[in-house]
């Protein structure tokens, strides 16, 4: 019994042994697994004397020297930590505090990569105490960083300069050209001056390498007087070079350079805000912030939340990047001064996916996700419409008209509304035959009176000119103008219309105006003569170079009708010389040369025409077998056409019809004699500035009167009559010259500036 005893105490205490040696082995497995894991395991920061920062990392077991590299713009540096991985519980850490904005811990590949984000490039240094790494950046004002850029700045220039022809400056011109460019001319000693012309803080800097420069051309030039986008240009002399840098008046300008044999142009052309916009988006469709990253190997998703910070410390805005969970991998990324939002279209295009943006969110993920997202998010939102209820709102229209809003709104031009409001009158409100015409396109019939046949024509022939896609309105949506209290009744969903109050301010403003002003003068054929003269323009329409006429004059070009005589005249003058002009006709009237014959002013509105008319009726008589005679008139009258265009820069554009009927020889008829018509027609389009005149003429008058001079009484006695008659017959050719000059004034008014 005691031996059976023995054999299995025995064997207990063998099992027991092995499950000890094997916990005791796997116990050592890991203790060795952990020693040789080395881990970041806590971060902290603290102020040092001097506005310096130190940033402490804490590993758990030896610490290697990293690789570190430091970036420009913006400002980072970067130390990767070969075999070591974070142990910590986030991967950004804010601090905001000496040179350091953020502090980014990110691990991928067997390594760990420590991200600093700086204010601005400083001196930082580096040191290891047991398990501690410490990094500490000295305060951005270090005079030894600025010495050290400068110096190395300076030699790469001289080391450059040695190789360039000795070169000079020897003259500095500044002119305005017709269109109101500004063009600098430097005079150079040879036509190989190297030159580096850049755009840096809103101004043109030309830095030239290896040039002189007289002492005469050292200082800066005020050229704000030319009326040009340049205000002032400065030349210095810098080291070995020269800087010539230009300060425009505003930023709305486009510049280019060229040279021919020994002269440089730089010609500065100026632009409207609208023109430079769109020259910026196709030059630069990314306008983010700048920034360098330079990752062999980085999660996707990292890089995302590197940029959502970038945009939050570098732009102040709070930009929120989400991804769908299919977003995973890594990319390897070096890209230097780039647009952050190019930098998120790489990676996208890199990984497959695509974003949609809802106000300060961006989702990431997929494309094909994405679109399944945006179609269920499609059909939901076509649900909805069909379901959401119905909401009657009264607009009321302030400037515009009703009718003109609402044919907007059914997705037809003004000018088709027009036409289509022909057909309201026959359907002006059949009930509900005429709330269909108005959503057909005939918007306005809101009285209850008519057929209903006719309000189904209207929206018939309105509808045909609708476009279905550039309807405003929902499906299930209607409107109505009332043309009495100019409202617009819009029955449509609460979402639609929040998007159609918009639309109707943006619709709704007052519509400046337009004060023309005409002096209709005949005067002798000389008269036009000499007034180009003393406004310096001659009959073949050419600026002379008469006193301040080049600052006064501008030419036209001008269309005339077959019926005008060649050589018509047509200039402007500027709304200095108007006074002038006032004097030179008065005086015209008292030497008895010519006449005014009227000087009409109308008020009209932009793109509006303004329509002047003056003259007499003629009676004449016709008859028929039905009526017996009848006394008719027909119009001679001087009718005058204006439509005003106001540019977005202040000029106007002028479409002008100028008419003249006036009587002419007596032919005879069936029932007696009648009176021919004489038709003269000036049809021209020109731009001129706010109060400039335009001058329009050609238009002529022959009048034939045949004199005879003699005794009275003696000079009719027959066969001695000429022995009083001193001279034969003589025939005055008197002819006269239309002269219409047209002065448009673009009206300031409170109204309009609100």
């Known amino acids: 019994m005691s031996t059976m005893q023995n054999i299995m105490t025995g064997k207990l205490q063998g099992r027991f042994a092995y499950q000890w040696l094997l916990m005791l082995t796997l116990t050592l497995q890991i203790f060795a697994a952990s020693a040789g894991e080395t881990t970041i395991n806590n971060l902290e920061f603290s102020t040092l004397a001097g506005n310096q920062l130190q940033i402490q990392l804490e590993l758990s077991g030896g610490v290697v020297e990293p690789k570190i590299f430091q970036t420009d713009n913006p400002s980072r540096l970067a130390l990767d930590f070969e075999g070591v991985k974070s142990n910590l519980a986030k991967k950004s850490f804010p601090i905001n505090q000496g040179a350091a904005n953020t502090v980014y811990v990110v691990e991928a590949s067997g390594r760990t990569r420590v991200v600093i984000n700086l204010t601005e490039k400083v001196p930082y240094e580096t040191k290891i105490d047991g398990n501690k790494?410490?990094?500490?950046?000295?305060?951005?004002?270090?005079?030894?960083?600025?010495?050290?850029?400068?110096?190395?700045?300076?030699?790469?220039?001289?080391?450059?300069?040695?190789?360039?022809?000795?070169?000079?400056i020897k003259s500095i011109d500044f002119r305005r050209g017709p269109n109101g460019e500004g063009r600098l001319l430097l005079g150079l000693s040879t036509p190989n001056?190297?030159?580096?012309?850049?755009?840096?803080?809103?101004?043109?800097?030309?830095?030239?390498?290896?040039?002189?420069?007289?002492?005469?051309?050292?200082?800066?030039?005020?050229?704000?007087?030319?009326?040009?986008?340049?205000?002032?240009?400065?030349?210095?002399?810098?080291?070995?070079?020269?800087?010539?840098?230009?300060?425009?008046?505003?930023?709305?300008?486009?510049?280019?350079?060229?040279?021919?044999?020994?002269?440089?142009?730089?010609?500065?052309?100026?632009?409207?805000?609208?023109?430079k916009e769109a020259q910026l988006k196709e030059k630069t469709p990314y306008v983010g912030s700048k920034l360098s990253l330079n990752f062999q190997e980085i999660d996707v998703k990292a890089v995302l939340m590197i940029l959502a910070d970038h945009i939050k410390t570098q732009e102040g805005k709070e930009i929120n990047i989400i991804t769908t969970d299919s977003v995973t991998g890594s990319i390897a990324l070096h890209v230097n001064d780039v647009p952050w939002d190019q930098v998120l279209d790489v990676v996208m295009k890199l990984r497959g996916l695509s974003k949609r943006e809802n106000g300060n969110v961006i989702l990431v993920g997929p494309t094909e996700e994405i679109k399944i997202l945006e179609e269920k998010e499609l059909e939901a939102r076509k649900v909805q419409e069909e379901l959401e209820p119905l909401k009657t709102e009264n607009i009321q229209i302030n400037y515009a008209k009703a009718e003109n809003i609402c044919s907007i709104l059914m997705g037809r031009s003004v000018s088709a509304a027009v036409a289509g409001t022909?057909?309201?009158?026959?359907?002006?409100?059949?009930?509900?035959?005429?709330?269909?015409?108005?959503?057909?396109?005939?918007?306005?019939?809101?009285?209850?009176?008519?057929?209903?046949?006719?309000?189904?024509?209207?929206?018939?022939?309105?509808?045909?000119?609708?476009?279905?896609?550039?309807?405003?309105?929902?499906?299930?949506?209607?409107?109505?103008?009332?043309?009495?209290?100019?409202?617009?009744?819009?029955?449509?969903?609460?979402?639609?219309?929040e998007e159609i109050h918009k639309m109707i301010a943006k619709l709704d403003i007052p519509i400046r105006q337009v004060m023309i002003e005409a002096r209709v003068v005949i005067a002798s054929t000389t008269f036009a003569r000499n007034l180009g003269m003393r406004f310096g323009v001659n009959r073949n329409n050419n600026i002379t170079t008469a006193d301040n006429a080049t600052?006064?004059?501008?030419?036209?070009?001008?269309?005339?009708?077959?019926?005008?005589p060649p050589g018509a005249l047509a200039f402007t003058l500027a709304s200095g010389?108007?006074?002038?002009?006032?004097?030179?006709?008065?005086?015209?009237?008292?030497?008895?040369?010519?006449?005014?014959?009227?000087?009409?002013?109308?008020?009209?509105?932009?793109?509006?025409?303004?329509?002047?008319?003056?003259?007499?009726?003629?009676?004449?008589?016709?008859?028929?077998?039905?009526?017996?005679?009848?006394?008719?008139?027909?119009?001679?009258?001087?009718?005058?056409?204006?439509?005003?265009?106001?540019?977005?820069?202040?000029?106007?554009?002028?479409?002008?019809?100028?008419?003249?009927?006036?009587?002419?020889?007596?032919?005879?008829?069936?029932?007696?004699?009648?009176?021919?018509?004489?038709?003269?027609?000036?049809?021209?389009?020109?731009?001129?500035?706010?109060?400039?005149?335009?001058?329009?003429?050609?238009?002529?008058?022959?009048?034939?009167?045949?004199?005879?001079?003699?005794?009275?009484?003696?000079?009719?006695?027959?066969?001695?009559?000429?022995?009083?008659?001193?001279?034969?017959?003589?025939?005055n050719d008197d002819k006269t010259e239309l002269l219409i000059f047209v002065t448009p004034k673009?009206?300031?008014?409170?109204?309009?500036?609100h």
């Open 133 to 168: 790494y410490y990094i500490v950046l000295k305060s951005a004002g270090s005079v030894a960083a600025v010495n050290k850029i400068v110096h190395t700045s300076a030699a790469k220039e001289t080391v450059l300069s040695r190789f360039l022809p000795e070169q000079s």
């Open 193 to 275: 001056t190297v030159v580096d012309a850049k755009q840096s803080a809103g101004k043109v800097v030309l830095n030239f390498l290896n040039t002189r420069i007289p002492e005469a051309l050292i200082k800066s030039f005020d050229v704000a007087d030319f009326a040009t986008p340049v205000q002032k240009i400065e030349a210095v002399p810098r080291g070995e070079g020269v800087t010539i840098t230009i300060t425009p008046n505003n930023p709305n300008y486009d510049y280019s350079s060229y040279q021919a044999d020994n002269l440089l142009t730089v010609e500065f052309r100026p632009m409207t805000p609208a023109e």
């Open 422 to 497: 022909s057909g309201q009158s026959g359907g002006r409100g059949g009930s509900a035959g005429g709330a269909r015409g108005g959503a057909g396109g005939a918007c306005g019939a809101s009285s209850s009176t008519g057929q209903q046949s006719g309000g189904q024509a209207a929206g018939a022939s309105g509808g045909a000119a609708t476009s279905q896609n550039m309807r405003l309105l929902s499906p299930r949506g209607s409107v109505i103008a009332d043309g009495r209290t100019n409202v617009l009744i819009i029955k449509d969903t609460a979402t639609q219309l």
């Open 551 to 564: 600052s006064m004059l501008s030419n036209l070009g001008y269309t005339l009708a077959a019926a005008s």
């Open 577 to 731: 010389a108007n006074y002038l002009l006032s004097l030179e006709i008065d005086a015209l009237q008292t030497e008895g040369k010519g006449q005014q014959l009227s000087n009409p002013r109308v008020l009209t509105s932009n793109l509006q025409t303004a329509h002047i008319e003056q003259g007499t009726q003629i009676p004449f008589q016709s008859s028929s077998a039905n009526t017996g005679p009848v006394t008719e008139f027909i119009n001679a009258t001087l009718v005058m056409d204006v439509t005003p265009q106001i540019t977005p820069t202040g000029s106007i554009i002028m479409d002008i019809e100028v008419q003249k009927d006036a009587p002419g020889a007596a032919v005879p008829t069936g029932t007696g004699t009648a009176l021919q018509i004489e038709k003269k027609n000036v049809k021209t389009s020109v731009q001129v500035e706010d109060g400039e005149t335009v001058v329009l003429g050609g238009v002529y008058e022959a009048n034939l009167l045949t004199s005879k001079q003699k005794v009275p009484w003696f000079g009719d006695l027959p066969l001695f009559g000429w022995l009083f008659t001193p001279s034969d017959n003589v025939i």
């Open 746 to 753: 673009v009206v300031k008014s409170n109204v309009g500036a």
